[in-house]
């Protein structure tokens, strides 16, 4: 499975442009026609860029992938391990706090 933030439907046309892009276009690509289509950086966060490109009649057309190879579970995100590195330390730093302060609230009172 390949992971991007969007859905790609079954009239759009995904592939592998190169190792970091992945390009969807809005419709099946065809000779002698003009179609609009959205970079996926892969390997920058999943920032995108969108364009047009003309398909001549001597254009060679892309091979579309399957859309079932694509998914929005971020769980096949390539920065999945980022985010669940982050996740762990602040969910640490926050009990940390919160147990700090309970012990503070609970047991540092002094009643002369």
């Given at each position: 499975?390949?992971?991007?933030?969007?859905?790609?439907?079954?009239?759009?046309?995904?592939?592998?442009?190169?190792?970091?892009?992945?390009?969807?276009?809005?419709?099946?690509?065809?000779?002698?026609?003009?179609?609009?289509?959205?970079?996926?950086?892969?390997?920058?966060?999943?920032?995108?860029?969108?364009?047009?490109?003309?398909?001549?009649q001597y254009s060679?057309?892309?091979?579309?992938?399957?859309?079932?190879?694509?998914?929005?579970?971020?769980?096949?995100s390539n920065y999945?391990?980022?985010?669940?590195?982050?996740?762990?330390?602040?969910?640490?730093?926050?009990?940390?706090?919160?147990?700090?302060?309970?012990?503070?609230?609970?047991?540092?009172?002094?009643?002369?």
């Amino acid at each position: 499975m390949i992971y991007l933030p969007e859905i790609v439907y079954s009239n759009q046309c995904a592939y592998v442009h190169d190792k970091d892009t992945i390009r969807v276009y809005d419709s099946i690509p065809r000779n002698n026609s003009t179609i609009s289509y959205t970079d996926y950086f892969v390997n920058s966060n999943y920032l995108t860029r969108t364009g047009s490109t003309t398909f001549s009649q001597y254009s060679t057309l892309p091979t579309c992938r399957d859309t079932d190879d694509f998914t929005t579970n971020v769980g096949y995100s390539n920065y999945f391990d980022k985010v669940l590195i982050m996740s762990l330390i602040l969910i640490g730093v926050v009990w940390f706090l919160v147990k700090t302060l309970l012990r503070r609230f609970l047991y540092g009172r002094k009643i002369y």
